[in-house]
């Protein structure tokens, strides 16, 4: 049987893919194929469907430049509305037709001699001359290594896999962590459940959200793609001001003032504000947004556990500080390993390494998007490119480099060592001293190394231009890899 070949192959269909799809037929390139392990478009917005799930960036700037969309109900869209829009975005402009569910890419090999990838996936294999890696970083699970949860005899389940058939209503429920999703789903489940233990092992900065439902006379105005267009640059420039407030200390006494008065409106209790204010920067960890998380934590049915979990007995769960609560339920809202790409577990260089065998646990890449030694490889959202923005916008920039560099494709292209290094290296010296790395918070930014390999140091503008430009003398080109690989 002769195995496919494809100009490109597009791993995953969620935001990032589905962008990449429409980005390739723009180009004309028709010959390739998007591969989703899943049984839908949609990736994280497909799912994460825990109650409450919802977007904390305006749903206008949230959405692609190409596909703009007025009919949004509310300034932050929830999660059944986005993932309407991805796949609605996904039929209309023809990915569906590319489309290939339920396969899983088990493995892809650079061959240097024929300078093409291998796949090999759960439905066969195939041959690329170029990968997008368009899998995202919010998709695999963080689950806490908690002595006795194994033994815990009632349900447990991560956010992000929400156990529908678990029925929360009249349990006690003790919930693990209170990142992004636990502030959108603890609002949403306190009035049911019977006593709800959060364990907070260390407390976030939660910001007011200006988030309201759009009535039909403004949304009416919208369709005048004017209208659209100024609005969602308001939005992206609101979202640059808090960026530059992050990256610039002396603007964190007014932030501070903003998010402490938003939980003195909140909470009157002393000693539960004291709980829930962090002692470190605004920005060290990601910023989150809500209006009703804090009201929650005021219920007569909600304790705050200012502490993480050391082990779980039978059903009490035992707090590092000694603290107990007999529960029904364990709901882990403990977040994703995003500088763990399963990915990099998979893609595989010409020798047999491993991408992760090159990062070492401090991912690498140039511009978030190629990667020394790994050929026609793209990366989609890769590490230090972590903007606070829309991930829309990295998502739409990178497209626009990676199509450049398929423009300029003729056989392979690989970013010279030398050029990847300088990069990271200013990114890493340009760190230090915004509230990323300030320190005082434990954050998703810093890898198992001690690293920050997933923040971006500078305005999104700046990135926005790096990308819009492909040098091609940053990179080996053409046939001397062959010729390497016969060596």
């Not at 002769?2 to 010959?31: F, K, M, N, Y």
């Not at 995202?136 to 002595?147: A, F, Q, R, V």
């Not at 659209?228 to 609101?238: N, Q, S, T």
């Not at 002396?250 to 204010?277: E, F, G, M, N, Y």
């Amino acid at each position: 049987m002769t195995t496919p070949e494809h100009e490109v192959v597009v791993i995953g269909a969620g935001a990032s893919g589905i962008g990449a799809a429409v980005r390739l037929l723009d180009q004309g390139i028709r010959d390739f194929v998007v591969l989703e392990k899943g049984n839908a478009v949609g990736g994280t917005w497909r799912d994460n469907t825990y109650p409450g799930c919802g977007c904390d960036v305006p749903s206008r700037l949230y959405s692609y430049t190409f596909a703009p969309n007025p009919e949004w109900s509310r300034v932050f869209a929830k999660q059944r509305e986005i993932l309407a829009y991805l796949g609605d975005t996904a039929t209309r402009f023809g990915v569906d037709e590319h489309l290939r569910l339920g396969v899983e890419v088990h493995a892809a090999r650079w061959d240097a001699t024929a300078l093409r990838w291998r796949l090999s996936t759960s439905d066969g294999d195939l041959t690329a001359r170029a990968i997008i890696a368009a899998a995202g970083p919010w998709h695999t699970p963080n689950l806490p290594d908690i002595p006795g949860l194994q033994g815990f005899d009632g349900p447990v389940f991560h956010s992000s896999r929400w156990d529908h058939d678990v029925d929360l209503a009249g349990r006690r429920v003790a919930v693990v962590g209170s990142g992004a999703s636990a502030v959108q789903f603890v609002p949403a489940i306190a009035p049911v459940v019977r006593q709800l233990h959060l364990f907070q092992r260390t407390p976030q900065w939660v910001l007011p959200k200006p988030d309201h439902h759009i009535p039909r006379v403004e949304r009416r105005l919208l369709r005048w793609h004017r209208a659209l267009a100024a609005l969602r640059g308001l939005e992206y420039r609101a979202l640059e001001s808090l960026g530059f407030a992050f990256r610039r200390p002396r603007a964190q006494p007014l932030l501070r003032a903003v998010a402490k008065a938003h939980i003195r409106r909140a909470i009157s209790d002393s000693s539960l504000r004291r709980k829930v204010t962090p002692d470190y920067p605004v920005g060290c960890t990601r910023p989150l947004v809500s209006n009703d998380y804090y009201p929650a934590l005021t219920r007569p049915n909600v304790q705050v556990h200012a502490t993480g979990v050391a082990e779980v007995r039978g059903n009490t769960v035992v707090a590092a500080d000694g603290t107990t609560a007999e529960v029904d339920a364990i709901v882990l809202g403990t977040g994703f390993r995003i500088l763990d790409l399963p990915i990099a577990e998979r893609v595989f260089d010409a020798d047999g390494a491993s991408l992760a065998d090159h990062w070492q646990g401090s991912p690498q890449a140039y511009l978030g998007t190629t990667v020394a030694g790994f050929p026609n490889l793209f990366l989609v959202l890769g590490p230090s490119v972590g903007i606070i923005n829309s991930a829309f916008v990295l998502i739409e920039a990178q497209l626009t480099y990676i199509m450049s560099a398929l423009r300029h494709l003729r056989t392979s292209l690989e970013v010279r060592r030398p050029v990847q290094d300088a990069f990271n290296a200013r990114v890493q010296a340009a760190l230090p001293g915004t509230a990323y790395n300030a320190g005082g918070c434990r954050s998703y930014y810093i890898d198992a190394n001690g690293r920050n390999s997933f923040s971006w140091p500078w305005s999104t503008e700046r990135l926005v231009e790096l990308l819009g430009r492909f040098d091609p003398t940053e990179y080996r080109v053409g046939e001397h890899l062959r010729e390497e690989a016969k060596a």
